[in-house]
């Protein structure tokens, strides 16, 4: 990636864009638990390993493979409330912010670096999850699912959050938990930091893995 001069030293990056489920939020945990309760108490034989299958893609998906998974005659109404319910008594605490979220942005927030969310949820869910947790300020735009033609891995939200904040994809620094998301902020022709969450990175394509937000960017040389 190239460098850049700016006031006080080198720029490697013009914008980041994070992720948010698994990423800025350890919502992942919560949301596989809660669907899991949800499907065992409708009746359905599913597993740990099942639910972990369903992390980091979109909601079109989910449905496909639980309908491959439970037959074509399973209900999804009952299900979708089954899982909102539990879901939100999990989150009846709060929403739980990843370590070193807080950090990390008042480190860019310092060297004056925008940042953007790009994700699978759609865009108002997003948006009252980053409010409950205490983080949509720090975001210049919130690209949902929602908002464009396909979804991760497909490009579109990382490309559709790099123009709304005006810059340019390959001077992006992208952060993710998934491999979908990988692979989707690398079509995107962004640098990557993959920050495995639920599940270890069985493809191993970002420029750079880390065990936390923090160790990715010192990794990356975003912060010191």
Known sequence: VGERRVAGGVRMFDAVIFDMDGLLLDTERLALESGLEALVGLGHDVDRAFMLSLVGIDAQEGHRRLTAHLGEDWAFGPFDA???TAYRKRLSGGIPVKPGVETLLLHLDDARIP??????SRTAAAEGKLHEAGLRGW????????SVPKPKPA???YLRAAGAIGARPERCLAFEDSDTGVRAALAAGMTVVQVPD???SSEN????????LLEGARACGLIP
């Open 155 to 157: 490009p579109d939200v």
């Open 115 to 120: 940042r953007a969310v790009a994700t699978n």
């Open 198 to 200: 639920l599940l270890p």
């Open 205 to 212: 394509r970002a420029h750079h893995t880390a065990e936390s």
């Open 82 to 84: 089954a899982w909102n």
């Open 139 to 146: 975001f210049g735009h919130i690209a949902g699912v929602d």
